[in-house]
């Protein structure tokens, strides 16, 4: 990785239904909202990557409605901002976000499956674009869409990272989540 950046082309994006390949990322308990198993308000969802892309497929619980049958924003922005996150820990390196751009295409409902996909577009010294989409996977309509822009962990707050969360893949079947408190 130069100064000058590394522009990637995006990824496809795999058709509705499909059977993503691919390995799950599993780290240390925690409680972030969005993946954090010890979280009991969060979102618990299960992350993949294929070494390309960073995904999760769920259908959302009621109670993180906005409209009655439709996810608040703050949720998709959430999700959209978590799976780009993990595209650059994926890369091998942490990042804060420091920009968050979402288009808001069609209503999300909640209870029906979604699949949530984030990537790299382009990776700098200390700077990382990110794009994703939120995607429902019954029609393959793209519902949501998002770039991003990540800060680099320096690299002794990266090694701290890595210790406390021990960030690993594991081969694993893609199933279904419903994310929602249990």
């Given at each position: 990785?130069?100064s000058?950046g590394?522009v990637?082309?995006p990824?496809?994006?795999?058709a509705?239904?499909?059977?993503?390949i691919?390995r799950?990322?599993?780290i240390?308990?925690?409680?972030?909202?969005?993946c954090?198993?010890?979280n009991?308000?969060?979102?618990?969802?299960a992350?993949?990557?294929?070494?390309?892309?960073?995904?999760?497929?769920?259908?959302?619980?009621?109670?993180?409605?906005g409209?009655?049958g439709i996810?608040?924003?703050g949720?998709?922005?959430?999700?959209?901002?978590e799976v780009?996150?993990?595209?650059?820990?994926g890369?091998?390196?942490?990042?804060?976000t420091?920009r968050l751009?979402?288009?808001?295409?069609?209503?999300v409902?909640?209870?029906?499956?979604i699949?949530?996909?984030?990537?790299?577009?382009?990776?700098h010294?200390?700077?990382?674009r990110?794009?994703?989409?939120?995607?429902?996977?019954a029609?393959?309509e793209?519902?949501?869409?998002?770039e991003?822009t990540f800060?680099?962990?320096p690299?002794e707050?990266?090694?701290e990272?890595q210790?406390?969360?021990?960030?690993r893949?594991?081969?694993?079947?893609?199933?279904?989540t419903?994310?929602?408190?249990?």
């Open positions: 990785m130069t000058e590394l990637v082309e990824p496809p994006v795999g509705a239904g499909a059977t993503e691919g799950r990322f599993r240390e308990p925690h409680r972030c909202f969005a954090g198993e010890l009991e308000h969060g979102l618990r969802i992350l993949h990557t294929d070494g390309e892309r960073t995904w999760t497929r769920l259908r959302l619980d009621p109670g993180f409605q409209w009655d996810a608040h924003g949720i998709v922005c959430t999700l959209l901002d780009m996150a993990w595209s650059v820990i890369r091998g390196t942490w990042g804060v420091a751009a979402v288009d808001f295409k069609r209503p409902e909640t209870g029906r499956e699949r949530a996909v984030g990537w790299v577009t382009e990776l010294r200390r700077i990382i990110t794009a994703g989409q939120v995607v429902d996977e029609s393959g793209v519902l949501a869409t998002a991003a800060m680099a962990a690299p707050r990266l090694e990272l210790a406390r969360y021990r960030p893949l594991e081969a694993d079947d893609i199933t279904d419903v994310a929602g408190p249990a």
